[in-house]
């Protein structure tokens, strides 16, 4: 077979060029370390690393998510810490002003101590978060939250809470209605309390519950809850009670001495009632409702400290009334804490989780795309050698001529 001089050329170029070629991708391996550069070096293994690398940037957003979310949450934690130590300074106070000695000036002192407690209060759940929005703004408000206006404090915020750019349901605010405005009245199951107007010094306890089944509250949807009256009659310097269920008496003529229990019959409520109460007066007993709110149980307690002339019943009934509402409070606000330190527990869990997907995003990626190293220096020698090899031979056809026979 005979084989022209061309094409000796040719193939010696064409040779030539691949190995050329064939170097030139394995030193690109080699500087870049990654065995896939671009889509065409191997498509399935292309696709197999965009994939990963997806995951890796959802990941890092998720996990930037959870920061925010983590920062958010510290802050709702502090500030629900401070107005529970601030409440319990309130507790505090109310138990000083149930001191029997104290004259009308001493109570007027604690008023004052109540109102530097309250405006207190009032800047913790105004409290911003160091972005633009409030601690406690619900579901996010550029304008804090809570309004002091004429009646009481507002809140003007938006209900629930706002949540973080994240595939985890992560929340970036505490719902502010619920945890300052929005605690059980009374013991939590029925409130007890004087009925306007009283005459007398007796006062009532904020009662129990001694039989959970025969409790007519929460009353079933759409019926409304039964409202129980201990009513008092002087007559002979004998005092009697009757109790009433919506009017209608259940016992009556039953006799009072001050300081025992008096049972709602067949409704597994009790309550206290001490002191000296005057013919015609009356103590009521309703459902408890989720409307007990920090400012108003302190502007209540306020004005009563406040005001002159009261007899020891009424000061007790104060006293025991703003107690009973400040547990309530101080129970709805540590069950918003809990919830936030539950979240934060619950971060932990997720942040190990985002990581362990991150990791493994990563793990599949450099399974894909990364040069074993070993091999691929290895490969570039041999790549090298045959370059070399090329280059001779095509040197060596180069120099092929007829008078190389002609004059040998």
Known sequence: MRISTAYSFDSSISTLQKRQADLSEAQMQLTSGKRV??????????????RALSTEARSDANQRGLQASRNAMKLSDSALTNAIDLLQDARETMVKAGNGS??????????????????????VANRPDGGGGFVFSGQGSSSPPFIDAPGGVRFVGQGGEAQGASSEKLALTVDGELAWLKAKTGNGVFEAGATAGNTGSGWISSGSVTTPSAVPYPAASGATPPTYTVQFDVTGGVTTYSVLEDGNALVSGEPYVSGNGITVPGRGMTVNVAGAPASGDSFTMTQSTNTLSVFDTLDKAIAELNSTGMNNGQIQQTVNSTLTGLDGLLSNMGAARSAVGETLNRMDSIEGRIAELKLNAQTD?????????????????????????ALKSYSMVQKLSLFNYVNP
């Open 102 to 123: 104290y004259t009308d000036g001493e109570r007027k002192s604690l008023a004052l101590a109540l109102k530097e407690v309250r405006s207190q209060l009032l800047a």
């Open 37 to 50: 550069n671009v889509a065409s070096d191997d498509p399935v293994a292309a696709a197999r690393a965009e």
């Open 365 to 389: 990626r450099s399974n894909a795309e990364d040069l074993d190293m070993v091999q691929a220096i290895s490969s570039f020698q041999n790549k090298q050698t045959g370059y070399d090899a």
